[in-house]
């Protein structure tokens, strides 16, 4: 690292401490001048040292280190209590006076001490001459006084609550210190014997040229943000920011977001309103008239029972279906009525035509525009949620949007079929090669599917449609021909949302929803 | 939309046509030739030579067998269909079927033909019984309107005696079982008598099929005798019979299956059947028998709905490769369709065939040239504006399923027994978890809370949708309402928060509001509020009930609200 990458990279104690010694080679500083000129908390101006002399831009001048003495916590309460030896000695001493005979039991039950300390205590009284062991293991006073129970009794109440350094104990008291300080191995001791290292530091080589490019600068002050303070008094100048590790993970926003599968739909709806659709709508709930009647798919076809189509719990039956369009799809289903078919020759039940069934086809909402005299020329669409009776699994969901809607126009023909569809190929799939396949659907004549070499998927069935048999169009007062046209989008939106299960595009997961970039 | 089963080698047999030397077909050109019958190949196995096809067209029962996708390849590569002799060519004395008198109320249709000459193969044996099944099941509406049985010719002598009888004068062992039983006994033990009994409920006398010498050969619609109605491999004389309720669709039906066994060379005999009552072909109707159903129509009519001129001689040309036999006259052809097809309602059904016939892309696609506007809704004008100013606010717009179940929407909300519970609910239930429509938005954002506690906080979601609102005035019985729900949920999310939201929803939509105090049982009370628009609540806002977020395990506070967008897309 060069030395202007490495004074960048600086924090600000740092900074503090290099100033501190000036851009002098000679300045030898003690660790407490530093703290009192620099004007750091201890631990503050430690930190920066430690980081300083791990960078070698200080270096140790001189160190010395003094053994400092301290009472540990059991010497603090023999301070209060009296030390083990202390005590022994005392007991013997009343055991002399009252003429007691005292055992090593009888001292250990009375004084509440460890077998050790009893016995160590005993060890050293007996070789001080101040205590005898006769017949018995009995204990005799001597009466001789020890010096080692009276040296610690003048060391804990020298040390009580203070430190001093061990050098300024007389010799004598140096040992005792010593003997009773706490070791490995021997924990249980009155004094403690610590180190006290103090410092005197230099710049090094380093150090003085980073000392002298700082003062260069001006710079006395790094400062970790720009303040309306700063900003105010033109102080900013003399500071210098801290600069940032840039290459650090961005902390996690949850921005306003857009569903991913409704961005989709949206990018197809604005496609079919820029190719002049106009959007229509329906309701959820619908009659099996303009669900199905009207779409001429008798009252018996198989995708009409109760394993197919959602019913209504209640009510059950719409008020009523509005005329003449009833009566005009009963005949046509009865005998073809006026359309020129011969209908599906069979009794069509008016009751039934009043079901309520959840929407279970987008063609229903184009039925509905039909009846409502539409424009002609013109185009219509809606993207409707619809119901259908399935198991749900990976491909299949109860409740799914159809993209569906219907042209309607005097030059409307199976080539202008063809013709819209090879556009919906080009504008939703963006595909340039496209297939016509024969289809059936109950309510188109012709019907075709179409298919479309997708840029991602190959192959695809986009969609179907048709033109709308007489049978739908004429009993609702339509006399221009009309396309049917369906588009089926959930495999390009699963390709496009990165998804292999249809129920994730409803997912209730906020994570997944979150994390979806979405593909337009 | 049946899915059959057929053999490559069965199919190439059937290409050549009776007699005639087989004809082999690639995958390739069978996918292609599969567009004459709206037909795709879902699967195949190059071993076995198996291949499963899709078959679209439910009004053309004769294409779902091997036999009638093969011809139908056969008639557009031969360029007309050749016709079946056994329609025309009649033996001077006819084996004779007397229907009893009473079947007019029980099931009043049947029509017979016998088959001989052809040995019956595996793959031929198979695709009889998936003819049979499929045809019943699809076409005959589940054995209703249609059910086929078939029969060893050699075990019956005739004539056959189509009976009524009581449950428990005639016993047979049927087809699956091992011991005789009754009529009766076979609709309460028999799986097929359990199955398709219901179509003779009611009936204290049931059909029978009986030869002169009263064996018992089936039971119909329930099941065939095992006697005489288990078609074995190498079985070379067949007896075919079709019973139902709608005469065109039985005799179409045994048309199918005469066709299907003369193409693999059997010799059609046809059978007289006698009714004591008169129906629409009379009451001696000679089976199989071509109906003819034609139709005399311009060819312009077909050139405008094709968008190309074609003239009556490529009409002709076209209609003859797909089947049909056509005159032409001028400007008109009259069209007629083959014995085994009878869909023709409407002048629409022949321009299709004529352009399947000719290939799809044998049509140029032209673009519409008419000049239309396009736009949205008014309403869904007003939700793109509320969702970008939703998003604009911190918002995640989620997509939730409309469907639900009570306990989620109505129960976990703790609005049983009131007004704001009032469901539209589904009849035919298949699961709980949908078996209501949502009457409003907050139980979809607190499914999503629901199953996101990991996400980071805080949560800010929104949806606007469509739900229903149960209202009896309407004349659907509800009315379908968009919405906008929004809820804000993190550790300290309080009213102030959502508050905030919706006043400036209503500043930029320029639209003016205030919050009236209501009681809710879904929010904390004191803090909830009606959203009272131009004088009508529109909505609700407040903090979620702690025993809401308990039911849906929620442990972070929310705060919500609702508002209807329909309410704000009718003013000006």
Redesign the interface.
Known sequence: MDISSLIDSLHPLEVKVLSTFGTDPSVVLPTEQLAQTSGLEPSQLSMAVEWLLAKSLLTVDTETVTPIVSLTKIGELYFEQYAPIERVLSAARDAATTGKRLTIQDIQAREGLEPAEVSGAIGRLKKEGALLIVQGGCLESTGRPSQTAEAIRGLLQQLHGTTRELQAFPEAHRQVIQDHAVKRGNAKEPFRIDDRVARSLKLSAAGIEAAQQLSKQGVLEEVSQLTPELLKDGSWRTKRFRKYTISLRAPRIAPGKKHPYREFLDTVKTKLVSMGFQEMRGPLVETEFWNMDALFMPQFHPARDIHDVYFVKEPKQAASIAEPFLSRVAQAHQDGGSTGSTGWNYSFDMERARRLVLRSQGTAVSAHTLAAQPAVPGKYFSIARCFRYDQVDATHATDFFQVEGIVLGEDINFRTLLGLLNLFAREVAQAKEVKFLPAYFPFTEPSVELHVRHPKLGWMELGGAGLFRSEVTLPLGVTVPVIAWGLGLDRMAMVALGIHDIRELFTDSLDLIRSTKGAF | ?PTITIFKQDLEGLLGGPGEARQSITIEQLEESL??V?G?LKGQNPDSGELRIEL????RPDLWCCEGIARQIRVKRLGSLAPYKFLTAKPKVLKRLNVAPGMEKVRPFVAACTAIGYRVTQEGLAQLIQTQEKLAE?FG?KRKTVSIGIYRLAAIEFPVAYDLVKPDEVSFTPLGMDTVMTLGEMLLVHPKGLEFGGILAGQDRLPVLRDAKQQPLSFPPIINSREVGEVKVGDEALFVEVTGTDLPMVVLTLNIFAANLADRGAAIEPIDVRYPYNTSLGKAVVTPQDLKKSQKLPVSTIE?????TLGAKEVAKALTAYGYEVKTSGQHVTVTLPPYRQD??????V??DV??SRG??D???????????????R??EVS?RV?AL??????????????GSPQDLRDAMRLEGTEWGQL?????V??QN?SA?RQWMLPSLL??????N???Y????FEAG?V?KLD?TQ??????VMVLGGMIAHADAHFSEVHSCLDTLFYYVNQTYSLEPIQHPSFLAGRVGAIVSEGKQIGVIGELHPEVLERWQISVPAVAFEIELTHLAERP
């Open positions: 939309m567009m004459l709206k795709e679209q067209d439910s009004n699809m509406r405008q709905a094709l968008g190309q023709l309602m409407h002048a629409m059904d321009v299709e352009a399947i799809y892309a049509f140029l696609p032209v673009m519409p040239s008419d000049f239309t506007v396009g736009g949205l809704s309403i869904e793109d969702r939703m998003v604009g606010m911190g918002f995640q717009e989620i997509i939730s399923n409309i469907l539209v609910e589904v009849d035919n298949m699961s949908f429509l499914r999503v809370e629901a199953a996101s990991r996400a980071f805080p949560h800010r979601l469509e229903a009896l004349p659907l019985g509800s009315r379908t």
